[in-house]
Nanobody
Framework: QVQLVESGGGEVQPGGSLKLSCAAS????????MGWYRQAPGKQREMIAS???????NYAIFATGRFTISRDNAQKMVHLQMNALRPEDTAVYYC??????????????WGQGTRVTVTS
């Protein structure tokens, strides 16, 4: 059974940075694509970024240039570096695993989420 555990959320001022991490267990991590999603209050969950098994990345428009996804296969971790944070980035952030090495379709496993609040 795959387990995904996020960490690194918290409160930050506008313009600040946070680095989210996700630790995976119970799977052969390196062969799967991974992603980060978020859900703001009253809104649908949306994709932020994904990284496939070959470490090719894809970003939502709002994340391009501000957020960076990376993975450490040896540690079974995926990270999301977030810079220039805005109040509209306030949300619960989720780590997700895809069912293959490609980040197509919907993820098949989710973490419990970590809350990010951007406020002055």
């Amino acid at each position: 059974q795959v387990q995904l555990v996020e960490s690194g959320g918290g409160e930050v001022q506008p313009g600040g940075s946070l680095k989210l991490s996700c630790a995976a267990s119970g799977t052969v991590f390196r062969i799967y694509a991974m992603g980060w999603y978020r859900q703001a209050p009253g809104k649908q969950r949306e994709m932020i970024a994904s990284i496939n098994s070959l470490e090719s990345t894809n970003y939502a428009i709002f994340a391009t240039g501000r957020f960076t996804i990376s993975r450490d296969n040896a540690q079974k971790m995926v990270h999301l570096q977030m810079n220039a944070l805005r109040p509209e980035d306030t949300a619960v952030y989720y780590c997700a695993k895809f069912g293959s090495g490609s980040a197509y379709g919907a993820p098949d496993s989710w973490g419990q989420g970590t809350r990010v609040t951007v406020t002055s």
